[in-house]
């Protein structure tokens, strides 16, 4: 299923669908699917012409722009635990969140501070213990889920769960 996101924030020059169809506001998407309710064939014909010409043109310019639900969810996968520097408008797709990441220690090394790790997990995703633990090991499986204001923990094989954040 294809998610179209966004809106037009400068119309195309000419004439769009909404001013054509008489919906003032109206989302350009929301303009195709109003094409179908043309009856006359040759009208509807030149209805879908106009707003998909309107689409195209926002498309282009970047005025609006298409997601695949999968390429949303594998985007918020590969960036859990990062700030939100680039807030796209995916955080209004729906079904697209992402609660926890599950992974496979790759590589472990000590921070400075003694009891604390960074390990790499098989994704490349970095992260460093935020509490003194025994050191995770490779091939180990591991489990980071989201917490109440902004933090993560990650539950280490059979260990228990300690605070991480996210290195890279």
Do not use: H
């Amino acid at each position: 299923m294809r998610i179209m996101v966004g809106a037009l924030m400068a119309m195309v020059a000419g004439q769009s669908a909404a001013d054509a169809q008489g919906r003032r506001g109206e989302e350009p998407v929301d303009a195709v699917v109003a094409c179908r309710t043309e009856r006359d064939d040759k009208a509807r014909l030149a209805c879908f012409d106009r707003t998909s010409a309107t689409i195209a043109s926002a498309r282009q310019s970047g005025d609006l722009i298409v997601l695949n639900r999968a390429k949303v969810v594998d985007r918020r996968r590969r960036s859990f635990g990062l700030p939100s520097a680039n807030a796209l408008a995916v955080a209004d797709v729906r079904g697209a969140t992402v609660k926890e990441l599950s992974g496979v220690v790759r590589a472990v090394s000590l921070t400075r501070t003694p009891g604390r790790y960074v390990f790499e997990l098989t994704d490349n995703s970095a992260w460093e213990m935020l509490e003194p633990s025994a050191p995770p090991s490779a091939k180990e499986a591991v489990n980071i889920t989201a917490v109440r204001l902004g933090g993560f923990r990650a539950k280490i094989g059979r260990g228990r769960a300690v605070m991480v954040k996210r290195v890279r």
